[in-house]
């Protein structure tokens, strides 16, 4: 059965689920791109120019003190800090080459392709089932039920939680646990095939086991779509990504294969904020 | 999967700028009759404050007023004034004869004209004997004339000004002796049946007194009753049984609360009968249970951290909850009771149930005498046929909205500056 | 130490007999109204209450006479408040729940500043107000309008008390709405916007939904208080029941009759006065059910945003 979903899945998707592991080793092209990214709140800079590149098909951890800018960056990419007052945005950012922030572009559709997973879960008040398919509706991506069952057992089974729900996709979605709700939404955002997934400390609100089990599932998930993580802790932007770049005072202070931040960083302020000098 | 996304763009874009100008139309919809109100009434109220008044030479007669000549006090309080006046008319006009003639001129002022006279006379006894201009009201037929709000013109038996009474106008007009003035009066005066002599003070002050009532019962048993349910009996049978009472209680129309003041303060406790006490007692039953809503959701809306901070420090919960949550509970305590209290204020059916609806020319001097309320005062007015109350309940309007938009302004500053999203 | 326990159990038994006069209260109420209700019920049944069709309340001269000259079926009222009031939720209920959807998602906090405060004006001002704008404005506007129409309308119709009534309860909804949608966690709104939402797929499918019982709660409510509104009716709407349900025709309601049975000289126990609290005790019946209804509504469907 869930063979089939999946399937029926792939072929909504138009893409190949089952990726050799050759291919990953291969060359990163770049997904995103920031140049000179500069944004303030009001009067505040937040970020000061950043240049930055997202490689695609891999995991990129954004580590960091608290408050220096890192979700602040994260919302640019899908452009949600359009809806914070007195957010200014300058520069430029690239989603395959193409400005997010041209005069015909429409955030409706950006967003679709640039997914978002929260730091505190939240599904919204609904079944398990109209969550996950809240997404495919709207963009008119599932036309009737059986696309729609299809699309949404696919998306629980790669988000690793039609196992434990199956039996109950009627039931709200707010009735999960932390972890559980947290991969709904992670569900949730797949269910819209996006091409990036962006995450802001997914795993902060959740305990250790429920952690685990989600950077399992980043790993996995970075096969097919290019992740963007905000991540506290450096054990996890070690475990999980593959490149890292970290954040200070508003900057990129350095960015690069995360084994080269964590064991020969080449700035002072890396090195002391990866040795536990500061933040 | 992006050209599906796309197709569907168009439509989606419209369907939400259609959302959102349905929007601005219920926004629009809902100024729009506000405005017509509020201009309606300014335009009918203006008048109820500008009285038309006439001037007269009036001869301070000593055989009249002060007989004795030891002006003597109570003898300047009783004397004829309203005789005085229309002699000042006959003077004016001596080509008038003939009782029913006469009538038709002393119609022109009002009755109250005579203590108008009075008041100076006995502010300044020294006018006596003297013939001094006085200008005084007139009477409200005449004052709807000279306002324009009735027609002058037309068959003259539809008017209430005849064309003899007419010419007389004219006559004092071609003077300069007709003037339309602002009127403190109308805020210094009890009720009356003339219009012209009709104000608010007996009115504003059993509200007053009523409110005085209401507040002194109903915030520190709505308060307490607050606390009770939301710091020490939250979740208890007896907190929800006690929240569907009062969830009701919010609900029930007031003039239930009238029939329950009628059968139980009137009837079975035999209380007095259009006092500003029952009536306070009626409307602080009435305004608990929003006292306690809005006190409950601000101590509600204060985060649990704050009161396990507390608890963590080693206070009590009577402490944890007197020191730490209800202080920031506070704004949102008050703002519910500020906009309980000016509900209450314009609460009038309950008040018609307990009698506080009789015609009363006093100004109570205490929550035990019998008085009407304000709005319950516009309601008499609106419901009377002359005009003059017309423009009478206007102003009375205008007087009241003036109360509850400062009472709602203090409220939703209050609001306003202590405003969190936790 | 023992003094400070024993002081602070007092303290929260005196905060319990507070909260238990709402209790007092409605007992009072209904028991105050079942009285005088039940010893009208002994003069004229209640089922000719209830059911009968003619409403021409007439007290009887000699004291022996009693019931048999007056006509007590309230059936007339019952329609004549219902017809009031549906008037009334047709302008209210979509007017205030867009206004306050546009005033809190769409509108520039400025303007949301400005016009918040300002519809709650119109929620503080008094019944009797806008009885007597019913009858200065409304009524003759809805009597012109009609005329240009070729309608004929009655000065006192159901349409303009109703709509009078409807531009009351207009901020009733839109408020409660508005805190209902208000309380709608941010991060609700975000996580359908960040999927790629439009704003009004967003307001329509997560946000109302989730405010539905708040939003509901306060339809319910709104209806309670047009059934309860006694000056608006009492200043502009008619006393004379019929049967019709007809806008354009005058009707009275319960709340009018209460009024005129028991304002003026009467004596107290005659069936006309103790009309008066059978059609109270009927009013509260009605709006406790509403009340009630509204309150199960938030009950049943609320989640928890902690």
Request: glycine share 8%; charged share 20%.
């Amino acid at each position: 059965m869930a063979m089939a979903m999946t399937t029926a899945f792939e072929g909504a998707l138009g893409q190949d689920l089952a990726v050799p592991a050759a291919t990953v080793q291969t060359v990163a092209t770049t997904k995103i791109a920031t140049r000179d990214l500069c944004v303030a709140y009001g009067d505040k800079p937040a970020l000061l120019g950043i240049d930055l590149d997202i490689p695609a098909h891999r995991v990129t951890a954004l580590i960091g003190p608290s408050g220096c800018g890192k979700s602040t960056f994260l919302r640019c990419l899908n452009r949600m800090n359009d809806l914070i007052e007195g957010c200014r945005v300058a520069g430029r950012i690239t989603l395959d080459g193409d400005d997010i922030h041209a005069r015909g572009v429409d955030v409706v559709a950006l967003r679709a392709r640039v997914g978002m997973v929260f730091q505190k879960p939240n599904p919204f008040p609904k079944s398990i089932y109209d969550n996950v398919a809240y997404g495919p509706r709207i963009h008119g991506l599932a036309r009737g039920r059986d696309e729609t069952d299809a699309i949404v057992h696919a998306s629980l089974e790669r988000a690793g939680l039609l196992d434990e729900v199956s039996d109950r996709l009627g039931a709200p979605g707010t009735s999960l646990s932390g972890g559980q709700q947290q991969r709904l939404c992670i569900a949730r955002a797949i269910a819209v095939a996006p091409e990036v997934i962006l995450m802001d400390e997914p795993c902060s609100a959740l305990d250790p086991i429920a952690t685990a089990r989600i950077e399992g599932l980043i790993d996995e998930l970075s096969r097919d779509y290019t992740i963007v993580i905000v991540t506290h802790s450096m054990q996890q932007a070690a475990r999980v990504s593959q490149t890292t770049a970290f954040f200070h005072l508003g900057e990129v202070v350095e960015a690069g294969p995360t084994e080269a931040i964590f064991t020969a960083p080449v700035d002072e302020r890396t090195r002391a904020y990866v040795t536990g000098r500061i933040g | 999967m992006t050209d599906r996304i796309a197709a569907g763009l168009a439509r989606r874009h419209r369907a939400e700028r259609r959302f959102r100008a349905y929007g601005v139309a219920a926004l629009a919809v809902a100024f729009a009759f506000m405005g017509a109100m509020f201009v309606a009434i300014a335009v009918e109220g203006a008048g109820g404050f500008r009285q038309t008044v006439i001037g007269l030479e009036v001869t301070l007669d000593p055989a009249v007023i002060d007989a004795s000549g030891g002006r003597d006090p109570v003898a300047l309080a009783r004397a004829d004034y309203g005789g005085l006046v229309k002699r000042a008319l006959r003077a004016r006009f001596p080509e008038v004869s003939g009782r029913r003639a006469k009538r038709a001129l002393y119609k022109l002022i009002s009755v109250g004209a005579g203590a108008r006279v009075r008041d100076r006379v006995r502010a300044d006894p020294g006018l006596i004997g003297q013939s001094v201009l006085f200008w005084l009201p007139a009477a409200s037929d005449v004052d709807m004339l000279i306002k324009g709000r009735v027609a002058g013109d037309g068959p003259e038996d539809s008017r209430r000004i005849d064309d003899r009474q007419r010419a007389w106008i004219d006559a004092l007009i071609a003077e300069g002796r007709v003037e339309t003035r602002f009127d403190s009066s109308f805020f210094t005066n009890a009720d009356s049946r003339e219009p012209e002599l009709a104000g608010v003070l007996g009115a504003v002050v059993g509200s007053a007194y009523a409110l005085a009532v209401c507040l002194a019962l109903a915030f520190p048993l709505g308060v307490a009753a607050a606390i009770h349910l939301e710091e020490f009996a939250s979740r208890s049978r007896w907190a929800e049984a006690v929240e569907i009472t009062i969830n009701n209680l919010a609900a029930v129309p007031s003039i239930v609360f009238g029939l329950l003041g009628l059968a139980i303060f009137l009837d079975a406790f035999d209380m007095p009968r259009s006092a500003p006490l029952v009536g306070g007692m009626v409307l602080a039953l009435m305004t608990l249970p929003t006292i306690i809503i809005a006190a409950r959701a601000a101590l509600k809306a204060v985060p649990p951290s704050v009161r396990q901070a507390a608890l963590a420090l080693g206070a009590s919960r009577a402490q944890a909850v007197f020191h730490h949550v209800l202080p920031l509970a506070m704004p949102g305590v008050l703002t519910g009771t500020i906009i309980g209290m000016a509900q209450a204020l314009g609460e009038s059916a309950p008040l018609l149930m307990i009698g506080m609806v009789a015609f009363i020319i006093d100004v109570p001097g205490g929550p035990t005498d019998p008085a009407t309320a304000l709005p319950v005062q516009i309601y008499l007015w609106a419901d009377s046929h002359e005009r003059g109350f017309t423009e009478n309940t206007a102003a009375a309007i205008m007087v009241l909205l003036a109360f509850l938009i400062a009472m709602n302004l203090v409220a939703v500053v209050l609001r306003k500056k202590f405003e969190k999203r936790w | 130490m023992r003094g400070r326990i024993a002081r602070e159990r007092l303290l929260v038994w005196l905060l319990a007999g507070c909260s238990a006069i709402s209790v007092l209260t409605t007992i009072g109420i209904v028991a105050s109204l079942l009285v005088e209700a039940l010893r009208f019920f002994d003069a004229v049944p209640i089922t000719d209450f209830l059911f009968g069709l003619e409403w021409s309340p007439q007290t009887a001269i000699r004291a022996d006479q009693v019931g048999s000259s007056g006509a007590f079926g309230a059936v007339p009222l019952f329609i004549g408040t219902a017809l009031i009031s549906l008037v009334a939720l047709t302008i209210a209920a979509p007017v205030g729940l867009f206004a306050s959807i546009y005033l809190a998602e769409y509108a520039a906090p400025r303007l949301r500043d400005v016009a918040k405060p300002t519809l709650e004006i119109l929620a503080g001002v008094p019944t009797v107000v806008y009885g007597f704008v019913a009858v200065l404005l409304v009524a003759p506007l809805i009597r012109g309008g009609g005329a240009a129409l070729g309608l004929e309308i009655a000065s006192e119709s159901a349409l303009a008390a109703g709509v009078a009534m409807g531009v009351m309860i207009i901020p009733m909804v839109s408020s409660l709405a508005d805190d209902a949608i208000a309380a709608v966690p941010r991060s609700l709104r975000d996580g359908a916007l960040a999927l790629g939402a439009t704003r009004a797929e967003a307001i329509r499918e997560v946000v109302l939904p989730a405010a539905l019982p708040g939003i509901a709660s306060g339809i319910l409510l709104a209806t309670s208080r047009a059934i309860g509104e006694t000056m608006i009716v009492v200043m502009a709407a008619g006393f004379a029941a019929s049967l019709s349900f007809n806008p354009f025709h005058a009707t009275t309601t319960v709340t009018v009759q209460i009024v005129g049975l028991l304002t003026g000289d009467q004596v107290f126990d005659s069936p006309k006065t103790l009309a008066a609290f059978a059609l109270g005790l009927t009013l509260f019946a009605v709006t406790l059910v509403l009340n009630l209804a509204a309150f199960h509504l938030v009950k049943r469907y609320r989640e928890r945003y902690d």
